[in-house]
């Protein structure tokens, strides 16, 4: 997580979190703390709330005939942690999400684990249309507690340059 420090007035700060365009470098890598334990409620609550009536997640009965013998954590909760997870590291100065590609689920996530979740820079370029932003593009990986890959995904966004950001532009 990036963090600056900003002084607003005489002994008070404000903490500044995330990247400018400027900030990343093709090939870092960030790991995304805290990991996060995934609750049985998580799961259910997410399944329910996004209109999944899969019963493989949350139908303990149902998934006991499963390959897995339990309910396993809903794809899209596992995705939606690893995207809010990787957000003060590369998505705070977005300006748009441009794209997400190459989603793929290598092995369930179950009530209980603890994901962790670590990004790498792909690419960078400047904005054609816009310049005061760049294109990064990153691939994130999710990993258990086992270190066992769960998930991973590229994604593309639309990043700030320094001086660029709303951020910049309210004071914020």
Known sequence: MV???????????REHFGRYFEDFNVGDIYEHRPGRMI?????????????NTHPMHFDPEYA????FGKCIVCSPLT????????????????IA???????????????GDTLYAESKVLDKR????????????????????DKVLVCSFNRTMLIAKRGHSVEDKVNY
């Open 3 to 13: 963090q600056n420090v900003k002084q607003v007035g005489p002994n008070r700060y």
């Open 39 to 51: 609750t049985e409620t998580d799961n259910v609550w997410f399944t329910l709330l996004t209109m």
């Open 79 to 94: 995705v939606a942690l690893m995207v809010g997870m990787s957000v003060t590291d590369v998505s705070q100065k977005a």
């Open 126 to 145: 400047e904005s054609k249309s816009r310049p005061g932003a760049g294109i990064v593009s990153v691939s994130t990986d999710g990993y258990n507690q």
């Open 64 to 67: 006991k005939a499963s390959e």
């Open 97 to 111: 999400n441009l794209g997400w590609t190459d989603i793929k689920m290598t092995h369930p996530l179950f009530a």
